[in-house]
């Protein structure tokens, strides 16, 4: 039986070969056949968590609510030492210096990533701002949010504070950051569904020893990961229920 693998499409690019990696060295540590299938967007890959066409998945805090209450997921691991944390930035040339002082009709560029967006939008609330008197333009990428600003279209981007981070040196040196969130608790995890459930423990000690043998390391950090630490269920619970908060 051959299970099917995921990654959240908001994913590094820089890193897609170490999900690949990694995928073919769970496939070797597991004995199992496992399918890494990526998604261009968040709607493709949510129609396959629709039909049951994923069995283990590394989600997005947004998409882990889902997963966890609808789908029957369970938590399995999550990133040691990260969070996810959003950037809300402007061209280096912008005078605005302070969110506060952003006005309404801002055009703000955003990805489709959802957690991303929900920080971004609670980072504008000094400005007054909302989704009601700002222009929206969706991107593909978050370096199509960068070009958007670049070329003036844009006033705002949100960024994934790593995506920021994984923008060349020049691209970077063109914009200036107004505000980083801080709520160190959103993060992405790695869950398993039903069809894999039976295999969890299983699963859990091959993740967590990936630290303690070379070739482990060399797949993390294809990654860029550090290493895994075990989720519990009442982790994922309190990210749910802190976002509930957040979006309220």
Same mark, same amino acid.
């Given at each position: 039986?051959?299970?099917?693998?995921?990654?959240?499409?908001?994913?590094?690019?820089?890193?897609?070969?170490?999900?690949?990696?990694?995928?073919?060295?769970?496939?070797?540590?597991?004995?199992?056949?496992?399918?890494?299938?990526?998604?261009?967007?968040?709607?493709?890959?949510?129609?396959?968590?629709?039909?049951?066409?994923?069995?283990?998945?590394?989600?997005?805090?947004?998409?882990?609510?889902?997963?966890?209450?609808?789908?029957?997921?369970?938590?399995?691991?999550?990133?040691?030492?990260?969070?996810?944390?959003?950037?809300?930035?402007?061209?280096?040339?912008?005078?605005?210096?302070?969110?506060?002082?952003?006005?309404?009709?801002?055009?703000?560029?955003?990805?489709?990533?959802?957690?991303?967006?929900?920080?971004?939008?609670?980072?504008?609330?000094?400005?007054?701002?909302?989704?009601?008197?700002?222009?929206?333009?969706?991107?593909?990428?978050?370096?199509?949010?960068?070009?958007?600003?670049?070329?003036?279209?844009?006033?705002?981007?949100?960024?994934?504070? =790593?995506?920021? !981070?994984? +923008?060349?040196? $020049?691209?970077?040196?063109?914009?200036?950051?107004? /505000?980083?969130?801080?709520?160190? @608790?959103?993060?992405?995890?790695?869950?398993?569904?039903?069809?894999?459930?039976?295999?969890?423990? =299983?699963?859990? !000690?091959? +993740?967590?020893? $990936?630290?303690?043998?070379?070739?482990?390391?060399? /797949?993390?950090?294809?990654?860029? @990961?550090?290493?895994?630490?075990?989720?519990?269920?009442?982790?994922?619970?309190?990210?749910?229920?802190?976002?509930?908060?957040?979006?309220?």
């Amino acid at each position: 039986m051959s299970f099917q693998f995921t990654v959240s499409p908001d994913f590094t690019p820089d890193h897609i070969s170490g999900w690949y990696i990694f995928n073919t060295w769970l496939q070797h540590q597991t004995n199992s056949a496992i399918h890494l299938e990526m998604y261009n967007d968040f709607h493709d890959q949510r129609e396959a968590i629709k039909v049951d066409n994923v069995d283990l998945i590394y989600a997005n805090p947004f998409d882990a609510a889902m997963l966890v209450r609808e789908k029957g997921f369970k938590p399995l691991v999550k990133p040691v030492g990260e969070s996810d944390e959003a950037i809300v930035a402007v061209h280096a040339d912008n005078h605005v210096e302070d969110v506060a002082h952003l006005q309404e009709g801002v055009r703000v560029a955003v990805t489709e990533d959802p957690d991303v967006h929900m920080m971004g939008m609670i980072m504008l609330e000094p400005a007054d701002l909302n989704v009601t008197n700002v222009e929206i333009t969706p991107c593909d990428s978050y370096v199509l949010v960068a070009k958007q600003l670049l070329r003036g279209t844009s006033d705002v981007g949100f960024f994934l504070e =790593e995506a920021h !981070h994984d +923008l060349s040196a $020049m691209v970077r040196d063109q914009m200036r950051t107004l /505000v980083t969130s801080q709520i160190q @608790i959103i993060q992405h995890v790695l869950l398993v569904g039903p069809a894999l459930a039976n295999r969890r423990d =299983e699963l859990l !000690h091959v +993740l967590e020893s $990936m630290t303690s043998e070379e070739k482990g390391q060399g /797949v993390l950090e294809s990654m860029g @990961i550090q290493g895994w630490g075990k989720l519990e269920q009442e982790d994922v619970e309190f990210m749910i229920d802190l976002m509930s908060t957040l979006v309220e």
